[in-house]
């Protein structure tokens, strides 16, 4: 039974999403107590009944709590509901039924899943809106979380009381989005006062002072800068000042297109998008939607 239940939800995900639902299962840091599964081995399924049986295989009774776990991280709240708590499999259960391993395939060919109804009907880059909230694990402990974890405000005179975390960060004001990345995604910033909004992927430094921990200064992340003194793009160190005014506040759309490895910053004006900077490369990971905050600044996650 475990199986059946385990295999209606990865054969639920998109492409892209099953993609970077294993992609998690090798990532040690996030499995934390449970074993990381060899790349060589999640290369070869190809299929969510393949991934079934190695998750079974390497996590037994525990395949479901992975299962939750890495459904929360790629924002699939739809079938972590879907799940149960526990499924105790009933004596002499074996494979997935080969009847309903036949419709395995169809997942090849969902593309990107719509679970927004009328998502797709909005205008220009708003139909690839994709909500997030800010990640509190990763918050550093001057910044303040308001608004369901999407507002965060940078107060050092208030040390918030969040435990300590492996992924928070310690010295510089950062905090991360919840969600990994791995789409066509649009998403848009209210700021105010001095900030980085940015994506960078998981492994980006959180501990000690280093300017390697900070958003742009490495070669994980891409950023861009606002502030009263104007907009500037930074990536691994190099900084590019754009030619663009600024005030001491603004709203920011951010377009990310994973696959073709574009990245791109608007101004919103009255409702229209001024283009800032496009970054082009080649991701190789997923990605994190992130914020630097200078003192006294804050962003909040606006609804489109």
């Not at 639902?21 to 070869?44: G, M, Y």
């Not at 494979?95 to 205008?123: F, I, W, Y």
């Not at 001095?194 to 200064?217: L, P």
């Amino acid at each position: 039974m475990e199986k059946q239940v385990l295999f209606g939800i990865l054969n639920e995900l998109s492409n892209e999403e099953f993609e970077t639902f294993k992609w998690f299962l090798k990532d040690r840091s996030f499995l934390k107590n449970f074993p990381a599964i060899p790349n060589t081995k999640l290369t070869e399924t190809k299929l969510p009944i393949h991934l079934v049986d190695v998750m079974v295989q390497t996590y037994v009774k525990n395949a479901i709590e992975v299962t939750r776990m890495t459904l929360k991280v790629i924002n699939r709240q739809d079938l972590l509901e879907q799940l149960p708590e526990s499924m105790p499999e009933p004596a002499g259960a074996s494979r997935l039924n080969p009847a309903v391993a036949e419709c395995g395939p169809h997942r090849m060919d969902t593309g990107r899943v719509d679970r927004s109804g009328s998502q797709m009907s909005k205008p220009g880059l708003k139909k690839y809106f994709y909500e997030m909230i800010l990640d509190i694990n990763s918050a550093h402990r001057f910044l303040k979380l308001s608004h369901n974890n999407r507002k965060a405000e940078c107060a050092s005179e208030v040390i918030q009381p969040y435990p300590d975390h492996p992924d928070r960060f310690d010295i510089w004001c950062q905090v991360l989005c919840s969600t990994a990345l791995t789409s066509r995604c649009y998403w848009e910033v209210e700021w105010s006062g001095e900030v980085q909004i940015a994506v960078t992927y998981r492994g980006i430094n959180r501990k000690g002072g280093s300017h390697d921990c900070v958003v742009g200064e490495n070669p994980q992340s891409w950023s861009l800068w606002c502030s009263a003194d104007g907009h500037s793009v930074r990536h691994n160190k190099i900084k590019s000042i754009l030619p663009h005014s600024s005030l001491s506040s603004g709203r920011i759309a951010v377009d990310l297109d994973y696959s073709a490895g574009s990245l791109s910053f608007y101004k919103v004006s009255s409702g229209d998008l001024i283009h800032l900077h496009t970054y082009n490369t080649t991701f190789t990971e997923p990605l994190y939607a992130g914020f630097w905050f200078g003192p006294r600044s804050s962003v909040s996650l606006c609804d489109v």
